[in-house]
């Protein structure tokens, strides 16, 4: 089984940043890609930023410019930076691990999602 651990989610002025991060432990053997999602009240949740185990990034036209997304492969650890953040940023951000082995001897992949985190950014 694995657990991911989100941090960093608050209240923010419009123009101001935070920065997410989200920890994966557990048995581990690969983890392809990681990344953030968000909920809005009354909206699906949506792609924020992924980024693979190679450091290919993937970002939503809404944070482009905006957000980074980076990632630690030896911590199996991945960070969202938020600047110059915005009212309609506000969502539970959830961090999300894809394509994940958890054994040499198990071919199969997972797929896991962190329990959220709120991000409140006001005007």
């Known amino acids: 089984q694995v657990q991911l651990v989100e941090s960093g989610g608050g209240l923010a002025q419009a123009g101001g940043s935070l920065r997410l991060s989200c920890a994966a432990s557990?048995?581990?053997?690969?983890?392809?890609?990681m990344g953030w999602y968000r909920q809005a009240p009354g909206k699906q949740r949506a792609l924020v930023a992924v980024?693979?185990?190679?450091?290919?990034?993937n970002y939503a036209d809404s944070v482009k410019g905006r957000f980074t997304i980076s990632r630690d492969n030896a911590k199996n650890t991945v960070y969202l930076q938020m600047n110059n953040l915005k009212p309609e940023d506000t969502a539970v951000y959830y961090c999300?691990?894809?394509?994940?082995?958890?054994?040499?001897?198990?071919?199969?992949?997972?797929?896991?999602w962190g329990q959220g985190t709120q991000v409140t950014v006001s005007s």
């Open positions: 557990g048995s581990i053997f690969i983890i392809d890609t």
């Open positions: 980024v693979n185990s190679g450091g290919i990034t």
């Open positions: 999300n691990a894809d394509n994940v082995r958890i054994g040499v001897r198990d071919p199969m992949f997972y797929h896991y």
